[in-house]
Antibody, heavy 122, light 108 residues
Framework: QVQLVQSGAEMKKPGASVKVSCKASGYTFISNYIHWVRQTPGEGLEWMGVINPSGGSTNYAQKFQGRVTMTRDTSTSTVYMELSSLRSEDTAVYFC???????????????WGQGTRVTVSS | EIVLTQSPGTLSLSPGERATLSCRASQSVNRNFLAWYQQKPGQAPRLLIYGASSRATGIPDRFTGSGSGTDFTLTISRLEPEDFAVYFCQQYGSSSKTFGQGTKVEIK
């Protein structure tokens, strides 16, 4: 069965960076784009961007341009999301989510990771 | 960016009742590319509906999506105990995908 398993909770200080992983299993890794979505009490669900695991191309939401980097490791079927220059407003639960195979990154999300809580505090 | 506004914020209903949730877009959603998700506390969202009206795999037929353009509706025909949760709409017709703020369906 399809699974997206994310890394554990993180606590970071303002100005630091965080890197969250998302390991895929149960399907052909390079067939489906992977998105990152975060959830905060204030802003709700926010789409951060998407990566094509096949070629590694990315498309980031304007809000996160310059601060977010998404990468992938095809040997381990894992996608990574790194967010830099953290501030308190980045405290959130971060989800990876899969796009159906035929969508090419322009779709809804049919499977989600369990979420990773990132807390930014001095 | 397309802003999605969901109403009501909270819906208080009893099991067996009908729930009607609204999602209004600030501009027309391209090709009616609108999805609905259910989220329970401590869990990730679960896909219910895509393409405004297509049920995802394994979703019971008491969940129905409808609408087009800027106005979309999720109807739950008869609420089961497991349906009490928060529901989000999402548009994916533009390159920047956006979500509504959610409607909480709570037990009356």
């Amino acid at each position: 069965q399809v699974q997206l398993v994310q890394s554990g909770a993180e606590m970071k200080k303002p100005g630091a960076s965080v890197k969250v992983s998302c390991k895929a299993s149960g399907y052909t890794f390079i067939s489906n784009y992977i998105h990152w979505v975060r959830q905060t009490p204030g802003e709700g669900l926010e789409w951060m961007g998407v990566i094509n695991p096949s070629g590694g191309s990315t498309n980031y939401a304007q809000k996160f341009q310059g601060r977010v980097t998404m990468t992938r490791d095809t040997s381990t079927s894992t996608v990574y999301m790194e967010l830099s220059s953290l501030r308190s407003e980045d405290t959130a639960v971060y989800f990876c989510a899969r796009d159906p195979a035929f969508c090419g990154g322009d779709c809804y999300f049919d499977y989600w990771g369990q979420g990773t809580r990132v807390t930014v505090s001095s | 960016e397309i802003v999605l506004t969901q109403s009501p914020g909270t819906l208080s209903l009893s099991p067996g009742e009908r729930a009607t949730l609204s999602c209004r877009a600030s501009q027309s959603v391209n090709r009616n590319f609108l999805a609905w998700y259910q989220q329970k506390p401590g869990q990730a969202p679960r896909l219910l509906i895509y393409g405004a009206s297509s049920r995802a795999t394994g979703i019971p037929d008491r969940f129905t999506g409808s609408g087009s353009g800027t106005d979309f509706t999720l109807t739950i025909s008869r609420l089961e105990p497991e349906d009490f949760a928060v529901y989000f709409c999402q548009q994916y017709g533009s390159s920047s995908k956006t979500f509504g703020q959610g409607t909480k369906v709570e037990i009356k």
